[in-house]
């Protein structure tokens, strides 16, 4: 029987990393499903979409400061802030990628 992960605490350990690395703008959460991913769009403030597929978040560990330390050594904000706005950088198992909105 196959397992799954859940990775609730994941999706809200990177989305308290997200708040407090970039505090001057909300943060809106939102699943695709059709995708399987889970992103983070900043308002109020002019950075690029963020979002991470499941199967990766399945890779990260489950508690808050293990998910903090993955989001450093991943460079997730520089990613973030090289990505132009009007794309998302997306974060996969195969790698990191760039696409349109």
């Not at 708040?19 to 308002?43: A, H, K, L, N, Q």
């Not at 794309?87 to 996969?92: D, L, T, W």
């Amino acid at each position: 029987m196959a397992h799954t992960v859940d990775v609730h605490n994941r999706i809200e350990g990177i989305a308290r990393y997200l708040g407090s690395t970039f505090p001057t703008g909300s943060i809106d959460r939102y699943e695709d499903e059709s995708r399987g991913i889970v992103g983070f769009r900043f308002i109020g403030a002019p950075h690029a979409d963020v979002e991470f597929e499941r199967g990766w978040l399945a890779t990260l560990p489950s508690d808050e400061g293990g998910v903090a330390q993955e989001m450093h050594l991943h460079h997730v904000c520089a990613e973030i802030n090289e990505t132009p706005l009007g794309e998302r950088v997306v974060f996969a198992e195969q790698g990191v990628r760039r696409e349109p909105r």
